[in-house]
């Protein structure tokens, strides 16, 4: 196992309303990105946290969200959800953003939107 | 922004068999490109990596070689066993800036016994 825990795991919500989702990173590891893979699909890079500071952001609108605390956990946020937002959602530590050091992920939220 | 294309989408072979799974990118200021494992219900898991700076690394059946001119980079599982049926992502970014790294659709590998 590699240490990065996620909760819940499992998340079913309706349309419009709003969801977050924590991770906890691995000790020694001050970097947490946040990814998205629906079905079938690769995972999809939402944003990634940096000692507290947003570091990078992918193609997602601003109602998704986050934010890394001291002890370098995070949460992400999703406001106003929509049916297509319903995929599986994977926060990933390593210990810098630099130089492509290797991430360990979490083991997923899996995110139903009916 | 980076786009990666990885191919095939399924690969079949049989136990002992090699297996060689191909990834394109279009950023050439891609640096670093990692390869994940993913079993069925199992978080992504990285199973080698590759910088820029290299152009081939093995561990044990595994490696990975890269092209930076053409802009491509595979994998190559050799003596392939059951266990390694996954899905395989590859990933492009580049690394010590802002990190956004880029994966593949993902490749469903399936080795028979």
């Known amino acids: 196992e590699t240490g990065v825990t996620q909760s819940p795991t499992h998340l079913i919500k309706t349309r419009g309303q709003q969801v977050t989702l924590r991770c906890s990173s691995q000790?020694?590891?001050?970097?947490v990105s946040w990814y998205q893979q629906a079905l079938g699909q690769g995972p999809q890079f939402i944003f990634q946290y940096y000692r507290e500071e947003e570091n990078g952001r992918g193609n997602f609108p601003p109602r998704f969200s986050g934010l890394q605390f001291p002890n370098y956990s995070s949460e992400l946020n999703v406001n106003a959800l929509e049916l297509d937002d319903s995929a599986l959602y994977l926060c990933a530590s390593s210990r810098s953003q630099r130089d492509g050091n290797e991430q360990f992920f979490g083991p997923g939220t899996r995110l139903t939107v009916l | 922004g980076e786009n990666v294309e990885q191919h095939p989408s399924t690969l079949s072979v049989q136990e002992g068999d090699s297996a060689v799974i191909k990834c394109t990118y279009s950023?050439?200021?891609?640096?670093?490109f990692p390869w994940y494992k993913q079993e069925l219900g199992k978080r992504p898991q990285l199973i080698i990596d590759?910088?820029?700076?290299?152009g081939e690394k093995k561990d044990q059946r595994i490696a990975v070689t890269l092209n930076k001119t053409a802009k491509h980079f595979s994998l190559h599982i050799t003596e392939t066993q059951p266990e390694d049926s996954a899905v395989y992502f590859c990933a492009a970014s580049r690394a010590g800036g802002s990190y956004i790294p880029t994966f593949g659709r993902g490749t469903s590998l399936i080795v028979h016994p």
């Open positions: 590759i910088r820029s700076n290299v």
């Open positions: 000790s020694g590891h001050n970097t």
């Open positions: 950023d050439s200021a891609s640096n670093y």
